[in-house]
């Protein structure tokens, strides 16, 4: 079982934001090379992932079943969930990650991660008033469903 990202993986984030999982590992002076993703990546653990996304969610599940292929993670806060799925674990962890650093717009102090319901009673207005609707793809780690992203006439 993979048991740390790929190198390719990490090099999809930034250092920045790599500093927020791995907080003191990444402070080594080879944190600081033109491909620091290299020597870093084993550092991002199954664990370090799941105590990462622990700090904003309730709970969180992890789980494989028999008769599917993909691993599942749920990701529960309030009455809330966020799914993903692949096809092993370290993976979709990787993806739930991903998915809060990007939400968090790199996650700088103080960072207000819109709620549910914002979204959601933006989008009905959106509709009702029949305005075009995009959800950026950062909002997919909030958002429990497939994006929307409506384009309005002139910009299609």
């Known amino acids: 079982?993979?048991?740390?990202?790929?190198?390719?993986?990490?090099?999809?984030?930034?250092?920045?934001?790599?500093?927020?999982?791995?907080?003191?590992?990444?402070?080594?002076?080879?944190?600081?090379?033109?491909?620091?993703?290299l020597y870093?990546?084993?550092?991002?653990?199954?664990?370090?992932?799941?105590?990462?996304?622990?700090?904003?969610?309730d709970s969180i599940d992890c789980y494989h079943k028999a008769s599917e292929k993909p691993?599942?993670?749920m990701l529960y806060k309030e009455k809330d969930y966020?799914?993903?799925?692949?096809?092993?674990?370290?993976?979709?962890?990787?993806?739930?990650?991903?998915?809060k650093l990007e939400a968090e717009y790199g996650n700088r102090k103080g960072k207000v991660i819109p709620k549910i319901e914002w979204i959601?009673?933006?989008?009905e207005y959106c509709f009702i008033n029949d305005i075009p609707y995009f959800e950026k793809n950062s909002l997919q780690g909030i958002?429990?469903?497939?994006?929307?992203q409506q384009m309005p006439e002139g910009l299609k």
């Open 120 to 123: 959601e009673e933006i989008k």
């Open 82 to 99: 966020i799914e993903f799925r692949d096809k092993n674990i370290c993976d979709a962890l990787w993806q739930a990650t991903k998915a």
């Open 1 to 37: 079982m993979k048991q740390h990202i790929l190198p390719k993986q990490l090099k999809e984030i930034t250092f920045e934001q790599a500093k927020l999982i791995l907080g003191d590992d990444l402070n080594s002076r080879k944190g600081y090379l033109l491909k620091w993703y």
């Open 143 to 148: 958002v429990n469903r497939p994006l929307i």
């Open 71 to 73: 691993w599942i993670v």
């Open 40 to 57: 870093h990546h084993k550092k991002v653990t199954i664990g370090k992932m799941i105590e990462y996304l622990g700090d904003d969610f």
